[in-house]
C-alpha cells in the first residue's frame, strides 16, 4: 500500500485511538499516538506531521491549550480539533487558535476521512 501522509492523533480515550488509528492505517496513513498534550507537544517536535487529530477534552493540557502551544511554535502541520460536545464557542477558538477543521465525536469514519482529505489538500 502506498503510504499517504503522517497522523498524530491526540486523545486520552485509549480504545478511541485504538480503533482510530487502525482505520486510518488501514487506508495507508502512517499513525503515531499521543494520550495527552505533552507528549503530543513531544512528539510534533521530534517528527513532522502533516496532520494532528487533537481532542478537546483532556486531563492536564487541553486541546485549545495544545493550539495555542503549537501556534506559538508556528506548527506547519494542518489540525483538526475533536470533541465530544458541540460547543460553537470552541470552535470559533479553534479556528483563532489554527486548526483547520472542527469534528464532533463520536466521529463517522467515512466523513472524518473526506475531512482529513479535504484538509490535507486544501491550499
Ligand atoms: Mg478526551
Given at each position: 500500500?502506498?503510504?499517504?501522509?503522517?497522523?498524530?492523533?491526540?486523545?486520552?480515550?485509549?480504545?478511541?485511538?485504538?480503533?482510530?488509528?487502525?482505520?486510518?492505517?488501514?487506508?495507508?496513513?502512517?499513525?503515531?499516538?499521543?494520550?495527552?498534550?505533552?507528549?503530543?507537544?513531544?512528539?510534533?517536535?521530534?517528527?513532522?506531521?502533516?496532520?494532528?487529530?487533537?481532542?478537546?477534552?483532556?486531563?492536564?493540557?487541553?486541546?485549545?491549550?495544545?493550539?495555542?502551544?503549537?501556534?506559538?511554535?508556528?506548527?506547519?502541520?494542518?489540525?483538526?480539533?475533536?470533541?465530544?460536545?458541540?460547543d460553537l464557542n470552541v470552535a470559533m477558538d479553534a479556528r483563532?487558535?489554527?486548526?483547520?477543521?472542527f469534528?464532533?465525536?463520536?466521529?463517522?469514519?467515512?466523513?472524518?476521512?473526506?475531512?482529513?482529505?479535504?484538509?490535507?489538500?486544501?491550499?
Amino acid at each position: 500500500m502506498t503510504n499517504l501522509e503522517s497522523i498524530l492523533i491526540v486523545d486520552d480515550d485509549a480504545s478511541l485511538t485504538k480503533v482510530l488509528s487502525g482505520e486510518l492505517q488501514s487506508v495507508g496513513y502512517d499513525v503515531q499516538i499521543a494520550t495527552n498534550g505533552k507528549e503530543a507537544l513531544e512528539k510534533s517536535e521530534k517528527g513532522f506531521f502533516e496532520l494532528i487529530l487533537l481532542d478537546w477534552k483532556m486531563p492536564g493540557m487541553d486541546g485549545l491549550e495544545v493550539l495555542k502551544e503549537l501556534q506559538k511554535k508556528s506548527y506547519p502541520g494542518k489540525i483538526i480539533l475533536m470533541t465530544g460536545y458541540a460547543d460553537l464557542n470552541v470552535a470559533m477558538d479553534a479556528r483563532r487558535l489554527g486548526a483547520s477543521d472542527f469534528l464532533s465525536k463520536p466521529y463517522d469514519i467515512d466523513e472524518l476521512l473526506i475531512t482529513i482529505r479535504k484538509v490535507l489538500h486544501s491550499e
